[in-house]
């Protein structure tokens, strides 16, 4: 099965960074609270399908 989600990093306005892939929305999660416990931030997750962004999360530090 091929990976459906990418999860990036907001890098400001307008740029994101892809960080990885992961096979369901669920894991894509699970990812980025492992993501955001060593480089805070607002990350996503662009399903790939719809070609959409589905997630959007910020970490606590990244707010402040």
Same mark, same amino acid.
């Given at each position: 099965m091929e990976p459906l989600f990418d999860i990036l990093k907001k890098v400001d306005e307008v740029n994101f960074r892809w960080v990885a892939v992961a096979q369901s929305l669920q894991?894509? %999660?699970i990812q +980025?609270? %492992?993501? %955001?416990?060593?480089?805070?931030?607002?990350?996503v997750v662009f399903d790939q399908r719809t070609q959409q +962004?589905?997630?959007n999360l910020h970490s606590r530090a990244a707010r402040a």
């Open positions: 894991a894509a %999660q +980025i609270e %492992q993501l %955001q416990a060593s480089s805070p931030g607002e990350y +962004i589905v997630v």
